[in-house]
């Protein structure tokens, strides 16, 4: 069975659960992000909210993409992390007015605004400040991107964006506004989707939407196509590195760029999924009367996707080649939902050999809780163990 690689030696001296980082695989996948659609001139930002660490986050940026922030906590950590103003969107249907005037000080690059509402608020603080915000209109392009109900955001049903029917009223409204000015449109139709017809779908809808805006004589500079692009959680070892040379190439493919326009992405799981593992320790194996758990000491709390979204997760015995047995994997928390895994195949268990849960380095130590009042979980990096 191929396994990740990982300095277990090292791992004897810590303390789990943690988080580990490979920063060679963050590095090369960020090469290929930057190789990839720097063959078209896109700009692409990470969705912060699938990865805050702290020293991620200056990798990231170090790298030469931007950011994109759902709230002024992730504004404020972009900023410390060395991403630079003119390259930070912020969306989010909720913006409370400190995180609203936080963007408008900073001079972020973009609000990505989600309804009428909003841009009247955004409107009003920033002519307190006689300051005028770059904003781009998130449209709800109803657009299936066939993946998890709690996960899909482009449907008319979702409270993402604004409905496409209810567009001209915002425009309408919106030229009396001297302190916004509309500098693109924004779409995320939803995550992990793997599907590129969905994507397709996406490029034709905005093209559409292009030309229903011409018609009231907009002209957008900008177009943000949000995230979403999938990773293949069942071969974390072989498929490290999304294929982003086709997510790319079906939008340049696809879109109908007007002369001078500039096209923007936020992709978060696709950059650190599959650098992050969940290292744990199996603390008991526990003989039941028809089923053999596993035992560890990571539970919902570190890694919240299989409980909340039934995830799935590699699952590997990193410190055993002996033979196959098949486990039930839980964690310690006093709740049935706290299952990483049923009927998992597994090098024979025993206390104290670490476990892997792989491709958790998107939406895994950011969801992190104290539930049950247990330790955030540690992370660390390849390079600086
Ligand atoms: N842009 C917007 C406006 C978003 O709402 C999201 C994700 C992204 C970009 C980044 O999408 P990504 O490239 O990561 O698919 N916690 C869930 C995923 C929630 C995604 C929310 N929005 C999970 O663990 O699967």
């Known amino acids: 069975m191929l396994k990740g690689k990982?300095?277990?030696?090292?791992?004897?001296?810590?303390?789990?659960?943690?988080?580990?980082?490979?920063?060679?695989?963050?590095?090369?996948?960020?090469?290929?992000?930057?190789?990839?659609?720097?063959?078209?001139?896109?700009?692409?930002?990470?969705?912060?909210?699938?990865?805050?660490?702290?020293?991620?986050?200056?990798?990231?940026?170090?790298?030469?993409?931007?950011?994109?922030?759902?709230?002024?906590?992730?504004?404020?950590?972009?900023?410390?992390?060395?991403?630079?103003?003119?390259?930070?969107?912020?969306?989010?249907?909720?913006?409370?007015?400190?995180?609203?005037?936080?963007?408008?000080?900073?001079?972020?690059?973009?609000?990505?605004?989600?309804?009428?509402?909003?841009?009247?608020?955004?409107?009003?603080?920033?002519?307190?400040?006689?300051?005028?915000?770059?904003?781009?209109?998130?449209?709800?392009?109803?657009?299936?991107?066939?993946?998890?109900?709690?996960i899909t955001t482009g449907l008319k049903e979702n409270k993402f964006g604004i409905n496409l029917g209810l567009l001209n009223g915002v425009l309408d409204e919106m030229k009396a506004m001297s302190h916004v000015r509309l500098i693109g449109i924004h779409c995320h139709i939803g995550s992990q989707i793997t599907d590129m017809s969905a994507f397709r779908n996406l490029a034709i809808r905005i093209n559409e939407i292009q030309e229903e805006l011409e018609k009231k004589g907009i002209q957008v500079e900008n177009l943000n196509l949000g995230g979403g692009l999938g990773i293949d959680y069942y071969h974390p070892n072989h498929l490290s590195i999304p294929a982003f040379d086709n997510y790319f190439a079906v939008f340049h493919k696809l879109l109908d760029l007007r002369p001078g326009q500039q096209v923007h992405f936020e992709p978060g799981r696709s950059v650190v999924a599959q650098c992050g593992s969940l290292i744990s320790r199996v603390l008991y194996v526990k003989e039941g009367e028809v089923k053999k758990f596993a035992i560890l000491d990571a539970g919902f709390t570190d890694l919240i996707r299989p409980a909340m979204y039934d995830a799935y997760h590699r699952i590997e015995n990193i410190s055993s080649d002996n033979d196959v047995e098949v486990y039930d994997v839980v964690g310690p928390i006093c709740e049935s939902s706290d299952v990483f895994g049923k009927d998992v195949e597994l090098n024979e268990v025993h206390r104290g050999d670490f476990i892997a849960l792989r491709s958790a380095g998107a939406y895994g130590e950011v969801m992190a809780s104290q539930y049950n009042c247990r330790q955030l979980p540690a992370a660390y990096f390849s390079d600086q163990l």
């Open 6 to 150: 990982f300095p277990i030696d090292k791992f004897k001296e810590l303390k789990t659960p943690f988080y580990y980082y490979d920063v060679d695989l963050l590095n090369e996948t960020l090469q290929t992000i930057q190789a990839e659609s720097g063959k078209y001139g896109y700009h692409v930002h990470f969705a912060i909210k699938a990865n805050a660490n702290p020293r991620l986050l200056s990798i990231i940026a170090a790298a030469g993409l931007g950011a994109d922030c759902v709230s002024g906590g992730e504004v404020e950590a972009a900023i410390k992390a060395g991403f630079p103003a003119e390259k930070i969107v912020f969306a989010g249907v909720g913006k409370a007015d400190w995180e609203i005037n936080l963007g408008l000080d900073e001079n972020i690059f973009c609000f990505n605004v989600e309804s009428l509402a909003e841009l009247r608020v955004i409107n009003e603080l920033a002519a307190a400040k006689n300051k005028v915000a770059r904003v781009a209109l998130r449209i709800n392009p109803d657009v299936d991107a066939h993946t998890h109900a709690k």
